[in-house]
């Protein structure tokens, strides 16, 4: 069995949404609502760089960022991807996160 962070309860495949429990919910939120300020700063700065070697720079850094900020809420990118999935297949667990994020 993984371990579980102290923060956040474990999360499996295949979740449906009564299966996630509303703080690992409310983490996800957080996270999204980061992850979506980093890329509209991204596509932002990415429009004003000149070279392809800039925009990868950029990119990366964005992508750290955004482990960072999934990390910070006390998920792992596994937990926050396998809960952004199951919520693209999942109406009600979908409004779950939409609420979250919402509330940020």
Avoid: W
């Avoid at 579980?4 to 295949?14: E, G, L, M, P, W």
């Avoid at 429009?47 to 070697?53: D, G, H, L, W």
């Avoid at 199951?86 to 979250?100: F, I």
């Amino acid at each position: 069995m993984a371990k579980t962070n102290s923060k956040t309860q474990r999360v499996d495949a295949d979740l449906q949404a009564g299966d996630v429990p509303d703080e690992v919910v409310s983490h996800v939120g957080k996270a999204v609502a980061q992850i979506m300020k980093l890329r509209q700063t991204y596509e932002e700065t990415a429009a004003t760089v000149q070279s392809e070697e800039e925009r990868q720079s950029l990119a990366e850094q964005v992508e750290t960022a955004a482990v960072r900020a999934i990390g910070d809420e006390g998920l792992t990118v596994d937990q926050y991807n396998q809960v952004i999935t199951a919520a693209q297949a999942d109406p009600e667990l979908e409004e779950r996160v939409l609420t979250a994020l919402r509330a940020n």
